[in-house]
Nanobody, 123 residues
């Protein structure tokens, strides 16, 4: 059984930084994307950032490019999301996720979800 254990999140002022971490266990396939989706109140879940297990290829949604950085161990079983220069629009629940496909464009392609971590950015 695949489990995703998350840590991090919290309350920060605009311009501040937070780091999220996620550790995956029980994986039976070597090829996957692992990263985060987020969901703001009243909005759909959106893909924020991910990294491909095979070659470390990364994806970022446009709104976080230059501010967020995803990294991980060589096996990509533990990943981190460093979030800098946070803005109030970054507020939401951040879910660690794994997809066995190569798309991070929709939550429907996600195969496993973490429980989520709340990130609140105050203005």
């Amino acid at each position: 059984q695949v489990q995703l254990v998350e840590s991090g999140g919290g309350l920060v002022q605009a311009g501040g930084s937070l780091r999220l971490s996620c550790t995956a266990s029980g994986l039976r396939l070597d090829y996957y994307r692992i990263g985060w989706f987020r969901q703001a109140p009243g909005k759909e879940r959106e893909g924020v950032a991910s990294v491909r297990s095979s070659d470390g290829s990364t994806y970022y949604t446009d709104s976080v490019k230059g501010r967020f950085t995803i990294s991980g161990n060589n096996a990509k079983t533990t990943v981190y999301l460093q979030m800098n220069n946070l803005k109030p629009v970054d507020t939401g629940v951040y879910y660690c996720a794994i997809s066995y496909g190569d798309s991070w464009s929709s939550a429907e392609y996600v195969d496993h979800w973490g429980k989520g971590s709340l990130v609140t950015v105050s203005s």
